[in-house]
């Protein structure tokens, strides 16, 4: 058998070095396992990163996709105000016809025409106030979707800026 002593010189603890040999005896299975997984850490550092950029650029995309006029908030929006542009006509149209109603219920016999172009314009003002609601609602829902559009952007700028980051630590 090989004197350590001999071979580490004197004063050296002989029985601290058999324990650290005794103890990856002991744990070679495990000692492996741990070296393995040091051996497979940056191919999964470059799998995270790299899924890390990418969903960052999607992000990105469905945020871009979402906000701005060209977006759909844009498109919302614009639909937002043709719907209050024809609900503003609408009410035009509708005190016309209810101006119509008043002079025509002055002409004798014209009683039930008359009661018939109140009715009518009670419709288009009854019409006009369910597009100013949903109007109303549309930009409500462009105002939200501009946000999140918003969010998804910062997102896909903060998931791309991680994914780099995390490139570094792989040489990449």
């Known amino acids: ?52 950029a990418d969903a960052g650029t999607h992000a990105s995309k469905a945020g871009a996709a979402l906000s701005g006029t060209a977006g759909a908030t844009g498109r919302v929006g614009d639909s937002a105000e043709a719907l209050a542009s024809i609900s503003s006509s609408l009410s035009s149209v509708g005190k016309l016809v209810g101006e119509a109603a008043k002079d025509i219920s002055k002409v004798p016999l014209m009683g039930g025409p008359s009661r018939q172009l109140a009715t009518a314009a009670n419709a288009v003002g009854d019409t006009k106030e369910t597009l100013d609601g949903l109007s109303g609602d549309l930009k409500d829902i462009s105002a939200l979707l501009d946000t999140v559009g918003q969010a998804l952007e910062r997102l896909g700028t903060t998931l791309g800026a991680t994914g780099r980051e995390a490139n570094k630590f792989v040489g990449g």
């Open 1 to 52: 058998m090989v004197d350590l002593g001999k071979i580490l010189g004197a004063g050296a603890d002989i029985t601290r070095l058999q324990d650290v040999v005794d103890f990856i005896a002991d744990h070679r299975d495990e000692l492996e396992a741990s070296a393995q997984i040091a051996r497979d850490i940056p191919a999964l550092l470059r799998l995270l990163s790299s899924g890390l």
